[in-house]
Each structure stands twice: as C-alpha cells, then as structure tokens.
DNA sequence: CAAGAAAAATTTGTGTACAATATTGCGGCA
DNA sequence: TGCCGCAATATTGTACACAAATTTTTCTTG
C-alpha cells in the first residue's frame, strides 16, 4: 500500500474517489478483493491511518462503511478483521445473488448501450489477462466488477448497491471455498453473458446469469473447512 | 426525544441496542420510520447529539450506518437529512422487495414454528391497535417490522439484512406517496400471510407475498410530488 | 517448572478542539 | 432601488487526547 496507486483499470468504475473517507474505503477494499487481505486479518486503525496518511477518525469510518457491506466485521473492544463468512453465510449470498442478478440482466439487456458493451469486452479482457499473469487475486476482483458493470446498466440503482456487497462478499467466499481455480467457465460464462446482452436478448442474458451464478454456487467446496477459532479448539481436543 | 423511552413494544425486535452508536440509530431510524421525522428534515449533529447526551463521534457514526441504509442522505459539509426518495428510488425499492420477498416468504414458511407465528399474531394486533388510535406513522412502522419477522423466521440472515435497509425506506416511500391510508389492504393482507405460513403452505405464502407487495405499490401516487429543490424550481419557473 | 494472577502495553471507544466549507446577512456601488 | 461582493455565522470534517477494555507479558507461588 503507498500513497498513490495509478495501476491500470479496465474503465473508470472507481473514478476519483472524492473523499478520504472514501479513498480509505476503496483502498482496504480493493486489497481484500484482491486477497491481498485474507479473510480474517486483524484491520489495525493505527497501522492503516499511518499507511493512508489519515487520522483513525477516517479510518473508523471507512471501517463501519465496510463492515456494513459484510466485508470486514467489527467486534467490539476488539477491532475490525477482514469477514471470513460462514459456509452458511456463503450459501445466503450466492442464494441472494441468485434471487436478483437474473432480473438485473434481463433489465441490463434492456438498456444495453454500444459503451457499456464495450466496458464490458475490455473487463473479460482484463480478466484473461490477469489469469494469464497468475494474478488470481486480481482476477477474482475483475469478475466481480464485472457483474457490478452488468448491475449499473439496469439503471438499478437500488439494486446494484444491494449487489455490491454481495459481490464482495463473493470475493472473499471464494478465497475460501473455492473448489479449485475455475478459470474457464468465468471466461465463457461471462462470455455468454455479454454475448446475450450485445444481442440483447433478455432472456438468454438471464438464463445465462442464473445458469453462471448456479455454476459458481456448484463450483465451492463448502462442507469441511470451519472457521479458525473453533477449527483449533476442536483440533486440539481431538488430538 | 427524551433520554429514556419505554414505549410498549410488540415484541423483542429491537432488544437491548447495547452499543450508544446503536441506541442513537435506533431512535433516529425509529423517530423516522413512525414518521415523527418527515422525508427531507435536517439532522444536525449538534442538535442530535445534546437530545441523545452523547458526542458528535457517536452522532456521526449513527448517522453513517443509517445513510448505508438508504434512510438518511449525507451531503459533504452540508449535513444529514432524512431521505426523501425520488419516485424512480420508491420504484426500485419496491423492484428491489418484490425478487427478495417472496422467496423469503416461501423460506418463512419452511421454518415457521408457533413462537414466531405469535410474534407475528401479536404484530397484526398492535398494528390494528395503532390504526385504531389514529397514530399513522407507528402503523406504518409496524407493517415494515411485521415483514422484517417474517425475513427473520426464514433464517436468511443476509437476506433479512438487505431487507432491512429496503423495508426502512419503503415506510419513507409511503409517507411521500402513499395514495391514501390503505388500511383495511394492508390488515388483510398480513392476515393472509399469517395464514399461509401458519398452514406452512409456502406456495401460498409466496403467493400471498407478492400480491401483497404489488398491492403496495399499486396503491402508489408515483407521478405528481418532486422532491423538495426541483419543486421550488419549477415550481417557480412556471409559476 | 507449570499455572495463575497481577501489571504493562497495545488497541479501541468517546469526547473535544480546531480547521475547512457552506450559508446567511450586510454594506457598497452602479 | 436592485445587485454583486464580502464579512459573519453556523455546521461539518478531521485530528488529537484521554478513558475503557483487551491482550500480552511478567512475576509470584505451589
């Protein structure tokens, strides 16, 4: 993390980031999407407020913003970590996904504009290119922004807020679960998906947003591992 | 607003707020939700924070979370004020219920069990109750956290979450565009609901949902009202 | 030497002070 | 008289300082 970041984005989804606050955000943000945070690191105020040149006061603010979008969680008297959610939790957010991104890619058909398309081609772009680089983490992130890119053409306000917690959240679901590196079946799911929305076929845009969110659901292994504390407490017991 | 309040509540909804953060959103989004604070108000942190007998710090922080939520809006160096959704948002968020709720409803009914069908019952009670007494903005009130119960029995924690900051801003959606007290509607419809997931028929459920839900909104004057500044523009210009 | 308790250190929670900015009221000027 | 610019006021944004709580370390004791 230094003060300036000026790394290449595929489009301007994050343009300036006005406020500190803001800018505190989208930074802790962006590193936990690109797993450069793994779930359930410790969020120090002191340790970020030094590496953003910002007082605490920001810092807890941008902290509460996080932790309201299930990305961090705060526990009281004893700080902020990055959310490692539940198998459970994982399954709700896939299940909540699954309930609004069809209609969002039927509404995003709709209004299917030649730029947005083009956001979109240069997004799977970026995202074969990060594969290609080995950049897992970054990748994982650009499929994300992906499906937010998708949620801003439905002209869905409401909605594309509501999913953009649930598509971090996703992020980190799946630097934990993730069954095994589905590398191809995001390139072409996401393929089809802009494919459908170019034609704007509404109903092929939502089948293939339920059939690709069915296929990240199946592709997570969310049975054996537990959450590190009890995972421990019971280890040792067994022992 | 006086320090402590112990109003009868239906049920234990809202139980202890053990956090002062917490207890100042539970009585700004309260004050808002019974309609004590109208669509557009000025929520000066000054004024807030000596009524609550707390600090700014934590006046702030309330006000942040409740802004996630969609119920207050911050503007840069010009304050808090309560939302005041433009027709387009009421749209969305009712958009927004209609693919979450149902879905809940059928869930709802899966796990519905006699302790929570109670709540439900003395819900309806105390909503006829407020009704009867003429206070309009507790009805109100009351009709949002009778949904919010049901969003808790179906077990989807992040579901009823995002229903949360969703069913908030519905109750500021029909302070501004409510066509008219749509009492008796609403009284059967709930009653409807309750049925079906005492029956624990989660067809009938889900269908009693989204007949409910698109009641709602059909009984929505969506065209004429603006918000407050466009208003006065216009109202000027053509006047 | 291990286990428990006390103390030190670290970290978060809250209050307060000051700086930055927007709004409002006043006075000068065409 | 009406309008523009400027000072006064009020409110928010940020930093800092202290209080409360937790975690870690250390010291005592069986």
Chains 1, 2 share one sequence.
Not at 112 to 120: G, H, N, Q, T, V
Not at 136 to 153: K, P
């Amino acid at each position: 993390m230094e003060t300036r970041d000026a790394e290449n984005w595929p489009d301007a989804a994050a343009p300036p980031a006005t406020t500190p606050t803001d800018r505190v955000r989208e930074r802790l943000l962006r590193a936990v999407l690109e797993q450069r945070l793994p779930p359930g690191a410790k969020l120090t105020e002191d340790e970020i407020a030094g590496l953003c040149g910002v007082s605490r006061t920001v810092v807890r603010a941008a902290l509460q913003a996080l932790s309201h979008d299930g990305v961090v969680v705060l526990e009281r008297h004893r700080g902020a970590f990055v959310a490692a959610p539940s198998p459970q939790s994982a399954r709700e957010v896939f299940e909540a996904r699954a309930l609004l991104e069809p209609a969002v890619a039927r509404a995003a058909a709709r209004h299917a504009d030649a730029e947005a398309l083009a956001r979109l081609a240069r997004h799977i772009e970026a995202e074969h290119a990060a594969l290609e680089a080995g950049e897992l983490g970054r990748a994982v992130h650009l499929s994300g922004r992906f499906h937010l890119v998708i949620a801003e053409m439905s002209r869905h306000q409401t909605i594309a807020a509501l999913l953009g917690g649930l598509i971090a959240r996703s992020a980190l679901v799946l630097a934990l679960y993730a069954r095994l590196p589905d590398t191809l079946c995001e390139r072409h799911a996401h393929g089809a998906l802009l494919a459908a929305l170019t034609a704007r076929d509404a109903d092929a845009a939502e089948a293939a947003m339920r059939r690709h969110l069915a296929d990240l659901l199946a592709g997570l292994d969310l049975a054996p591992r537990a959450p590190s504390k009890p995972d421990l407490a019971r280890a040792l017991s067994t022992g």
